[in-house]
């Protein structure tokens, strides 16, 4: 069995993390897990009460001291230490108080940055242009614009207005200005200053929780209950039968239904007078249960969207700055173009979306808010793109990947009754549990060892380390993970 191959390496590993068996990319990390107490500890227990009496905090796992957590381990207050496989949901591109991003703000200039923070649509700084061309544009997947936003939700919020604006500016054609209607109408919120269009999504996906993403937001009920929301089509994606390579058939014909889907919706809503303005994707499903696609339905997805004239927007808010072994999950699909718009956050540092010309609104404050992003998460990403550059991050992602992902199929083989459809790219993987129920006790007992991972779907087990996270990382996950599975047997 995995635990007892890799038993010579980390014999000494577990509660007292005092065997060091390999060079980390982050100095000064510890040499593995040590649990002192239990978990949840008692001094977040008690910090747990004392949120929760003036704050909704029912999600709150540990609270966590961020000054001693570092690389790929994260610190508790109760001084346990962990080794962190879920990033704070997939956003921390080169682990913990990494000291290239330590030093960012050492620069009085930069501070002051952070202290002015700026109205960048209005009054941005001299270097922001050539800001956006150095940092964003330097890692874009060939498209030439950029927007910065804060976060994935407004990212997509942003982007989905980008979606529409573009469609209608082609049903009016070039030079069409707005009729004096559409400006009285709009303000009213009717027709045809607002009007009668849709966006299509997948049922499993997630986009985010403002009101228009939300609409666009499948995987969990809770995130919706209470919220009126638009009725926007909604197809299914691709549910694929594993192994892969042992069933292609059955897994090329649930691409060719789904693709059938799509169109299908297309012309329904066309007929409903709320025509498709743009398909709305994730590479792979993240909160959904980590559903992925092949390249050929991602092909086929932007053929329908280009014969009807719709946008494609391929959401990288979690799968972009590299977990898959390339900068953005989509560049594994050889689209014939780049996406009419990528979206991104998370382990980008910044929010926002890069997008084609089409995409562009012609006059200014259509895509607009106070901050439009933060010249200091720039900075930040700007450190992050040099280590990545510097360290050959994405080669490292697929070599770790291609451990986890070998080490997951063997603990896999061994418990087909517990386990099954071991998936992903790079280091962006799942497994899924043979039900919730025994899913979410794995993700405890495993908190428990000193390993955090993450759970996606009714019963995917996911895990979303730093670009740093190395072989003898995922050694010492797998080697707790064959642990809990015979706990668990």
């Given amino acids: 069995m995995w635990a007892r191959r890799v038993q010579g390496v980390f014999k000494n590993v577990g509660k007292t993390g005092s065997t060091r068996t390999a060079t980390s990319l982050v100095p000064g990390e510890p040499s593995g897990p040590n649990i002192k107490t239990e978990v949840p ?3 977040t227990k008690k910090l747990v009460a004392d949120i929760n009496a003036i704050n909704q905090s029912g999600s709150v796992q540990l609270f966590v001291n961020y000054d001693k957590s570092i690389g790929n381990y994260l610190v508790d207050v109760d001084d346990n230490v962990f080794l962190d496989s879920f990033t704070q949901i997939s956003s921390i591109p080169i682990g913990y108080n990494h000291p290239e991003l330590l030093t960012v703000f050492n620069e009085d200039h930069r501070i002051r940055a952070l202290i002015n923070r700026p109205a960048l649509g209005v009054y941005p700084s001299e270097e922001w242009p050539q800001k956006l061309k150095d940092v964003l544009l330097s890692v874009s997947p060939g498209l030439p614009q950029v927007m910065t936003m804060m976060c994935g939700s407004c990212s997509n919020e942003n982007a989905y207005k980008a979606l529409f604006m573009s ?6 054609g070039e030079n069409v200005d707005f009729s004096e209607l559409e400006k009285t109408t709009c303000m009213i919120n009717k027709e045809p200053g607002c009007p009668r269009l849709s966006l299509l999504s997948f049922h499993g996906a997630f986009h985010g929780r403002t009101m228009g993403t939300l609409a666009t937001t499948h995987s969990k009920a809770v995130h919706k209950l209470d919220v009126p929301s638009l009725d926007w089509p909604i197809a299914h994606f691709p549910s694929y039968k594993y192994p892969l ?5 059955e897994n090329q014909a649930e691409d060719q239904k789904c693709l ?3 169109e299908d919706l297309f012309e329904q809503y066309k007929k409903k007078g709320v025509p498709v303005a743009g398909i709305v994707v994730e590479p792979i499903q993240s909160e959904g249960g980590d559903n992925e696609a092949s390249p050929e339905f991602f092909q086929g997805l932007q053929k329908i969207a280009k014969k009807n004239s719709a946008g494609l927007l391929i ?5 972009g700055c590299g977990p898959t ?3 953005w999950c989509h560049e594994h699909f050889n689209l014939e173009t780049p996406p009419d718009i990528v979206t991104f956050s998370k382990k980008m540092i910044t929010g926002g979306y890069f997008h084609n010309m089409d995409m562009r609104p012609k006059q200014p404050y259509r895509i607009f808010n106070t901050w439009m992003g933060d010249p200091g998460k720039l900075f930040l990403l700007e450190a992050v793109l040099k280590v990545i550059k510097q360290q050959n991050l994405l080669v490292q992602v697929v070599k ?4 986890l992902k070998s080490g997951l199929l063997s603990i896999e083989k061994e418990n087909p009754a517990l386990l099954n459809s071991t998936r992903g790219r790079g280091t962006f993987l799942a497994i899924n549990a043979v039900n919730t129920k025994t899913r979410d006790n794995i993700l405890e007992k495993l908190k428990s060892k000193g390993v955090i991972v993450g759970g996606c779907g009714d019963h995917a087990i996911r895990l979303r380390p730093s670009l740093t996270f190395q072989e003898h990382h995922a050694d010492i996950l797998l ?4 642990q809990v599975i015979k706990e668990v047997k």
């Fill in 315 to 319: 959401d990288e808010v979690q799968t």
């Fill in 479 to 482: 080697d707790k993970f064959a």
């Fill in 400 to 403: 770790t990947g291609d451990k």
């Fill in 41 to 43: 500890g008692p001094r």
């Fill in 260 to 262: 059938a889907e799509v």
């Fill in 167 to 172: 469609y209608r500016a082609k049903e009016r």
């Fill in 245 to 249: 390579e042992e069933n292609i058939k």
């Fill in 325 to 327: 072994g390339k900068m």
